[in-house]
C-alpha cells in the first residue's frame, strides 16, 4: 500500500503525465515506457532496469483510483502533516520511539504550557501531575 517514498517520488513525472492526466493517458504513458525500459530489451542496462521499476511502481500507484488518492493527499498535506512524526514530536520534543515523546517520555507541546500528563490524569487509575481521586470503590 503506502510507500516509503511516496513523498519524495514523483510518480507523474515518471510517467510524463499531468497530475490531472487520465487513466487511458496514464496507461498509455505507462506502455510506452514500459517497451522502451523494459529489462528483455535492454540486457544488463542496469539503468534501463532501474528506470523499468520506476515507472512500474509509479503506474502501479497511480493506475488505482484508491491509491492514486491516498499518494495526491500524502503529497499535497503530508510533508506538513508528517512533519510532527520525525524528530520534533508535537512541536519539538526529542524523539524517543513514538511521536510526540519528549526524553522524559511524556508529550512535548513546544513550550505552549500545556500538559497533557495534568489533562489525562484523571482519567486513568496512574494519574501524572494529578491528584488520585476515588472511585468509591
Known sequence: MASE?????????????????SESDIKKAYRKLSRKYHPD????????????????????????KKQREEYDQIRRYG????????????????YTGYPGADAFGGFSNGGAGINIDDLL???????????RRSAGF
Do not use: C, H, R
Open 41 to 64: 530489451l535492454n540486457p544488463g542496462d542496469a539503468a534501463a532496469e532501474k528506470k523499468f521499476k520506476e515507472i512500474s511502481e509509479a503506474y502501479d500507484v497511480l493506475s488505482d
Open 5 to 21: 517514498n511516496w513523498l519524495t517520488d514523483d510518480f507523474y513525472k515518471a510517467l510524463g503525465v499531468s497530475e490531472d492526466a
Open 79 to 94: 510533508a506538513a502533516g508528517m512533519s510532527g512524526f520525525g524528530g520534533g514530536g508535537f512541536g519539538g520534543g526529542s
Open 121 to 131: 490524569g484523571g482519567l486513568f487509575s496512574g494519574s501524572a501531575g494529578g491528584s
